[in-house]
């Protein structure tokens, strides 16, 4: 039972190239979010997707563009990756339960990313 | 706009004491969700307990329990009989009901705080 799984868990990039971070989850969750995290500032929600073709932006969402093709799959993309997209990259994905109102979380392990 | 305030960087507590870590929040909507979720050295997100707004007992996993004071907007998290291993960073979130309803899913969390555990 995988839950959330990121790749690549750690990657250099130089100024100005660009990459992709894929997020895959097999529990068949709706929601899929991407979020960053950086040293005392929490974590902030870059874009968010409620279902397989739709996608939506969050709180951070410049420099970053993603895709929901596959309902099990959220990727994450820089265009032109910059010094301050240095952060480690957190995907989750989640299923709510409308009868609480509880959606939990389910985090992958994290990406870390540096851009030089 | 929600927002979540942690307003303690770092606290220490003692093997087998109580600790409380406090979480403040604002939103102008009747109906929300608060989370705890705790980051250890290893770096994952792991959730430990959910209050919604409307709950009418305060919510409990094990040794955790969630204090939580609707009028004062404040959830804080009870961990008692503290283990070596609760030593981590711990993040309250807090999730808009209200706004879920027509589609929108997102958590807002607050900027954390480091626990640590002495032996």
């Known amino acids: 039972n995988a839950g959330v799984t990121q790749t690549p868990k750690f990657r250099v990039l130089k100024t100005g190239q660009s990459m992709t971070l894929l997020c895959a989850q097999d529990m068949n969750h709706e929601y899929m979010y991407w979020y960053r995290q950086d040293p005392g500032m929490g974590l902030r929600l870059i874009h968010y997707s409620v279902g397989e073709g739709t996608t939506a932006k969050g709180e951070v969402p410049d420099g970053y563009n993603v895709s929901r093709l596959k309902k099990q799959n959220f990727l994450l993309g820089l265009e032109s990756a910059a010094p301050s997209q240095t952060s480690v990259y957190f995907c989750?994905?989640?299923?709510?339960?409308?009868?609480?109102?509880?959606?939990?979380?389910?985090f992958g392990a994290g990406s870390r990313l540096t851009v030089l | 706009a929600q927002k979540i305030t942690q307003t303690q960087p770092g606290m220490f507590v003692q093997e087998k004491e109580a600790v409380t870590l406090d979480c403040t929040y604002d939103t102008s909507d009747p109906s929300y969700g608060l989370f705890w979720y705790k980051q250890p050295s290893s770096g994952e997100m792991i959730f430990l307990i959910y209050?919604?707004?409307?709950?009418?007992q305060n919510a409990t996993e094990g040794r955790y329990s969630l204090n939580f004071q609707k009028a004062r907007k404040s959830a804080n998290l009870v961990i008692s009989a503290s283990q070596l291993g609760d030593s981590a960073m711990y993040f309250c979130a807090m999730r808009d009901l209200t706004r879920a309803q027509g589609g929108s899913e997102k958590l807002v969390f607050g900027k954390g705080m480091k626990l640590t555990v002495n032996p």
């Open positions: 209050q919604g707004s409307y709950d009418q």
């Open positions: 989750a994905s989640s299923l709510t339960d409308y009868s609480t109102g509880a959606n939990v979380l389910t």
